[in-house]
């Protein structure tokens, strides 16, 4: 009886460390968080041929899906114990991995999706953790709505913001305010807003020589109205 009695004890004794040691263990290496919005197929292809017949459903789904794995995967980050912000270009910003999967799908079932393309290219856009803080795949989504919609001045504008606020390139973001400015039903303030981004990139030259074309060839009491 005295051998049993000591066995169960070195037993109880045993199991009462290992289970010292996992909750040790479980401190020091948390386990991580599964990931609940997997994107098993990421091939828009697949799913066009997958929902055939109910593509506008599906994308309003996946639309749905991409704006909670942006939001649900921003919380978590702003939930995380603040640390001294990373420079953009050394920024971690695989949280986001997925976020253009998402809209690439969205887009690929409805390419009309006019709000996934523009509120879409923000997410991507916007600086990590903020957003993906990936502004060059906001421009990739913009342009593919454009080779959808060739009309949509808007997905141009939004191209020329892009580099406006994300890039800095005041160059790049005039050649696209300039460029949307001659889509049809355009409004007239997209190329005197051209001229003013080139002259704050310091190209005042060319800026002036947009706005006496400007001045030609527009309506001068609509341009009084903007001064």
Known sequence: MRGIAGSVAVALALLGAAARVQAMREHAFPAREAPTDALYIASPTAWRRLTAGYNALASDVYWIRAIQYYGGTKRRLEARKPVPEPPPMLADTSDFDDLYAYLDITTSLDPRFDIAY????????????????????????????????????????????????????????????????????????LQPLAATTLAQGGDRRTSRAMWLVILQSADVDWLRTQA
């Open 118 to 189: 523009r509120f879409g290219s923000v997410f991507l856009a916007e600086p990590y953790p903020t957003g993906a803080g990936r502004p060059d795949l906001a421009i990739r989504l913009l342009e593919k709505g454009l080779r959808e919609r060739p009309d949509k001045w808007q997905y141009m504008e939004d191209i020329g913001f892009v580099h406006y606020w994300y890039y800095r390139d005041y160059r790049a973001a005039a050649s696209a305010f300039e460029r949307a400015s001659r889509f049809p039903g355009a409004p007239l303030w």
